[in-house]
């Protein structure tokens, strides 16, 4: 168990909705990562925030938005969703960038389908 | 840009044949690299932090090595439960810290 806790595990939606992706880093991490892992783009960085504040952006998409929260949970929304969003979102905590050894501890992700 | 490069994509083994997973990389300016190992439906589970060309790291029968364009993972006498993807990720000394991750390298080790 690495204390990264995601919820939900699973979520089956339609195209066109929205859903928001929870995730509660490890105790003492300030910093939050989100990443999209699918079969054919392995794990793609989406966003990064440190102590509520955006740090660092990936491919993330227009559609998709996200925010740390001053408990320092973070939550991934995603909107208008379409086929192609399908995939594994994986959440990750570190104490702090540049202050540790570098890695991430990673949640179980919540696997999400869009129909 | 940052781009990290894993071959071979799958590897076959035998139980006790040893072998190599390969890791290019290129960053503006290398923090560190890492290796990740992930079991199918789960998170990635950290393995081993390189920082500079010409470091290794051990735990088990895993052995990580560091140069200036590549890492190498070397799997020695393994074992099934050896089995899993092994992702590698770079962290560059800019860019707000974010890290990037390697396609990974699936390998399947039979008894």
């Known amino acids: 168990d690495s204390g990264v806790t995601q919820t939900p595990k699973h979520l089956i939606t339609a195209t066109g909705q929205r859903v928001t992706l929870r995730c509660s880093p490890r105790?003492?991490?300030?910093?939050v990562y989100w990443y999209q892992q699918s079969l054919d783009q392995g794990l793609q960085f989406l966003i990064q925030?440190?102590?509520?504040?955006?740090?660092a952006k990936g491919n993330i998409l227009e559609r998709f938005s996200a925010q740390q929260f001053p408990d320092l949970h973070s939550e991934l929304n995603l909107s208008s969703l379409e086929l192609g969003d399908s995939a594994l979102y994986f959440c990750a905590s570190s104490v702090a960038p540049g202050t540790n050894t570098g890695e991430l501890f990673f949640g179980e992700g919540s696997r999400l389908t869009v129909l | 840009e940052d781009q990290v490069t894993q071959s071979p994509e799958a590897l076959r083994l035998q139980e006790g044949e040893s072998s190599s997973l390969n890791c290019s990389y290129t960053v503006s300016g290398l923090r560190g690299l890492f290796w990740y190992r992930q079991d199918p439906g789960k998170g990635p589970e950290f393995l081993f932090t390189?920082?500079?060309a010409g470091e290794e790291k051990e735990k088990e029968r895993l052995k990580a090595t560091l140069t200036k364009k590549e890492s190498f993972l070397h799997i020695t006498a393994p074992k099934p439960e050896d089995s899993a993807t092994y992702l590698c990720a770079v962290q560059a000394r800019t860019g707000g810290f974010k890290t990037i991750f390697g396609a990974g390298t699936r390998l399947f080790v039979k008894a």
């Open positions: 925030y440190y102590n509520g504040e955006e740090r």
């Open positions: 105790s003492g991490d300030l910093s």
């Open positions: 390189l920082y500079s």
